[in-house]
């Protein structure tokens, strides 16, 4: 399918089992729970990864894959953080403040 979204999920967790749970109900969406060789092979159009207050291993998502959107979510305090790996040059505090007004 052509609208399918491939979300990929990282982490092990009562939580993060729910949300696995509840994603898996929706058309559309095709959930792979923690292979990082199928990123390779179907680039993901989300990855939630658990990250209990520590966003490192998220990060190293967005290194490797910056046009993904990547959640961390904190099972903890069942917080997420939206992460960008968007790239922005900055030569000037000008362009430094377009990216703030976006």
Do not use: C
């Amino acid at each position: 399918m052509e609208n399918t979204k491939h979300i990929l999920i990282f982490g092990e967790s009562i939580y993060l089992a729910a949300i696995e749970s509840a994603l898996r109900q929706i058309p559309d969406f095709e959930i792979v729970h923690g292979d990082r060789a199928v990123v390779a092979e179907i680039p993901p159009d989300t990855i939630i990864v658990a990250t209990n207050g520590n966003l490192a291993p998220a990060l190293e998502f967005i290194e490797t894959y910056p046009n993904t959107s990547v959640i961390a979510l904190d099972v903890q305090t069942h917080t997420l953080t939206l992460l960008s790996g968007e790239r922005s040059a900055v030569h000037t505090t000008q362009d430094l403040i377009d990216v703030i007004m976006r």
